[in-house]
């Protein structure tokens, strides 16, 4: 089967740092996903890693170790509409094939 | 540019009945995932629609259906609703032979089976 873990919550201060972590085991690998969700809302889609190593993209970063089955998220200056879940996923199939996500990360950022 | 669009937004019924969700992707894209998502947990992939074929399937029972058409939207139809099928209904489209074939979620059908 495939799995896929990450913390279910984190709390952190407004203009802070903040680094969610996702570890994986699937049978196969051909890239991980994040996405952020809103309450109520659909997922957005944040980053993208096939390769090991950090993808910046403006507050948000990820990063990618395949070896270990491991990436993170790192939130950069936190405002308050960062309040979301963050959805970990991996497409464990080649081609244009479906996401196995995790439960997702829900962050709390407080004054 | 449009994104993908979802209808209905919110849909109740009972248990027994039959739904039928309706998905337009997004401009471009000729791939139409399904997923159901259940309160506080991730999207769960039900099945995934390709050139108007069935391309995947998730561990879904054969009480989930689905069709898409030749402009590449798409209907996910659940027979003999139970109240387990209670959730949030997400429809995510992406590009074939781009590389990396993001998918982008529509809006959501949330379904409450009373």
């Known amino acids: 089967g495939q799995n896929i873990d990450q913390p279910t919550e984190m709390t952190a201060t407004e203009g802070a740092i903040v680094q969610i972590n996702c570890t994986y085991q699937?049978?196969?690998?051909?890239?991980l996903f994040w996405y952020q969700q809103h309450a109520g809302e659909a997922p957005t889609f944040l980053s993208y890693?096939?390769?090991?190593g950090l993808e910046e993209k403006g507050r948000f970063s990820s990063f990618l170790s395949r070896s270990k089955g491991y990436s993170y998220l790192l939130l950069k200056e936190l405002q308050m509409k960062d309040s979301a879940s963050y959805l970990c996923?991996?497409?464990?199939?080649?081609?244009?094939?479906?996401?196995?996500f995790g439960k997702g990360t829900r962050l709390s950022v407080i004054a | 540019d449009a994104g993908v669009t979802q209808s209905p937004t919110h849909l109740i019924k009972t248990r027994g009945q039959q739904v039928t969700l309706r998905c337009s992707p997004k401009?471009?894209?000729?791939?139409v995932s399904w997923y159901q998502q259940a309160l506080g947990q991730g999207p769960q992939f039900i099945f995934q629609?390709?050139?108007?074929?069935?391309?995947q399937r998730g561990n879904f029972p054969d009480r989930f259906s689905g069709h898409q058409f030749p402009n590449y939207s798409s209907e996910l139809n659940v027979n003999a609703l139970l109240l387990g099928d209670s959730a949030l209904y997400l429809c995510?489209?992406?590009?074939?032979?781009?590389?990396?074939?993001?998918?982008?979620f529509g809006p959501g059908t949330r379904l409450l089976v009373l």
């Open positions: 401009s471009g894209h000729d791939t």
């Open positions: 629609y390709y050139e108007e074929e069935e391309r």
């Open positions: 996923a991996v497409r464990h199939l080649s081609g244009n094939t479906p996401l196995v």
């Open positions: 995510a489209s992406s590009a074939s032979g781009t590389g990396r074939e993001t998918q982008y």
């Open positions: 890693n096939v390769l090991d």
């Open positions: 699937t049978s196969g690998f051909n890239g």
